[in-house]
């Protein structure tokens, strides 16, 4: 199987195809399909994508057990079942890459660089683009802040892995509407040159799509480059550097249904091959003296050591799942259930969604919402442990945006994706109203790791 599959993504290399190999046997649904393609129509409102969580059944409070509601895969997301299945066939055949004479070493070798192509083929990569293989968003966006030569523009709305990196950073306060917050981007970048704006492409506290082509159209006249963190969007909306104009992205495999560990930088070359490389070490050299160093340009200069192969597969072929999927598809699909959503939210008393701009005309299937009285972590915390829900509190590591937006000190945010259904909405929506005009049905402590049940009677899962 492995070299079938590295011989396909050759073959797209080689003659421009814009398919991967079918998975339509690996990603049998939990309903009803389209016999020719394998998936859900958009109109039906169960899962467009079978997850490895698919049907978990988790305890409750009480000593009952019900199927496991996630609305937290905005944070991280299961795999994709045939990313799972695809991880299993590879186990086999891993080994080291580069330079190994074995067969499974040469056929590891070969997995990586195809993934590699098929990163780059997925995201719209332009001739000389680099593909750069990080653990995730964070470490992307750390890698390229190094490279930056000059000051970087981001936007206060950022998480926090596009806020920090930047060693010269200026920020630029978003407020609504959207075409204001675009003049003050753009007034900033009059006001004095900068090498890079840097902005997210979808707010993970609320939603709510940017329009990045008309970023990068500012950004470029004023002298100034564009990188987009994609950590929300691309497991969302296609995403494509050269449509777009963009520069560079960043975006991680656990938020896109490869939770293994790895995610990408793709972008310009010149940039990163003149910067200190981000790791010193093996594979990120031409020559190794003792008193000095030749450092490779492309991607081995910022991907020294052995390279999470499994993460690297699992990446490329949870893209491959999404082209699959459709693009039209994967986003009436999220469009039906993100209207339910907040249309159930809006019409719940002593609750306030809250959103950034008014007048943003895309939004993720993303809502964090505030409330009129009491705390939204002990509600969290009792949806998941007397409903089987799991979503998340806080401020989602995106300080400055949730303080300037919200009215209360923390959020509870419910996010969904391929795996959702309106059932999962439903049940969501229902508990939330049952939780916020009774209360918890059991007794919580708060502590240091947050609101417990004091006593808990759910049995923990031994994973061996």
């Known amino acids: ?16 195809a814009a398919s991967m190999p079918d998975a339509s046997t690996e990603a049998a649904t939990s309903t009803a399909t389209d016999a020719s393609t394998g998936r859900i129509p958009s109109s039906f409102a169960g899962p467009l994508a079978e997850l ?47 330079r190994g004479s074995g067969y499974p070493s ?3 070798t070969a997995l990586v660089e195809d993934a590699r192509v098929a990163v780059a083929r997925h995201l719209g990569a332009r001739d000389g683009d680099l593909v750069v293989f990080t653990r995730n968003t964070t470490e992307a966006l750390n890698l390229l802040a190094t490279a930056v030569p ?36 753009e007034a900033e970048l009059a006001a004095r040159p900068a090498a890079l704006l840097s902005v997210t492409g979808a707010s993970n506290v609320t939603g709510e799509v ?35 104009d963009v520069d560079y992205v960043a975006f991680s495999g656990h938020k896109a ?62 893209l491959a799942e999404l082209e699959r999927l459709g693009d039209a598809e994967r ?16 019409a719940l008393p002593g609750v306030r969604v809250i959103r950034g701009f008014d007048d943003a005309h895309d939004r ?58 309106v059932d999962d909405v439903d049940r969501f929506l229902e508990a939330l109203a049952k939780l916020v005009a009774d209360g918890p049905a059991f007794e919580y402590s708060r502590t240091p790791g947050g609101w417990c049940p004091v006593t808990d009677d759910r049995p923990w899962p031994v994973i061996d």
């Not at 590295?6 to 290399?13: E, F, G, I, L």
């Not at 970023?215 to 777009?244: C, F, T, Y």
């Not at 300080?399 to 996010?415: E, M």
Request: net charge negative.
């Open 364 to 421: 993720l299937a993303i809502a964090t919402i505030e409330l009129e009285h009491g705390s939204v972590g002990l509600v969290a915390a009792a949806l998941g442990a007397e409903h089987g829900i799991s979503v998340r509190a806080g401020r989602f590591c995106a300080h400055p945006f949730f303080d300037r937006i919200s009215t209360r000190s923390n959020g509870l945010r419910a996010s969904l994706g391929a795996g959702s259904s």
């Open 106 to 108: 040469q056929a590891t």
């Open 257 to 318: 249904y490869a939770p293994f560990g790895s995610g990408a930088l793709v972008g310009r070359a010149d940039w990163l091959d003149a910067a200190t490389p981000f790791l010193a070490g093996g594979g990120a050299v031409e020559h190794v003296g003792l008193d000095d160093v030749s450092w490779k340009t492309g991607a081995d200069r910022h991907e020294a050591g052995t390279p999470n192969v499994v993460g690297v597969a699992a990446l490329a072929r949870a």
């Open 150 to 185: 000059g000051e970087t523009v981001v936007l206060d709305i950022e998480h926090h892995a596009n806020l920090l990196p930047w060693r010269d950073r200026r920020v630029v306060v978003a407020r609504p509407p959207i075409a204001e917050a675009l003049a003050a981007v």
């Open 210 to 244: 940017l329009p990045i082509a008309e970023l990068a159209r500012i950004a470029h006249a004023h002298g100034a480059r564009i990188a987009v963190d994609a950590a929300q969007l691309l497991p969302h909306r296609r995403v494509d550097l050269a449509a777009s």
């Open 52 to 98: 490895a969580d698919a049907g978990l059944e988790i305890p409750v409070l009480g000593g009952a057990t019900v199927r496991h509601v996630n609305l937290d895969v905005a944070a991280s997301a299961p795999a994709l079942s045939s990313v799972a299945a695809h991880v299993a066939r590879l186990l086999p055949y891993y080994s080291s890459v580069h």
């Open 1 to 16: 199987m492995i070299a079938t599959e590295t011989t396909a993504v050759r073959a797209a290399r080689t003659t421009g």
């Open 331 to 346: 986003e009436a699909h999220e469009a039906q259930l993100t209207a339910r959503l907040h249309d159930g939210l809006d």
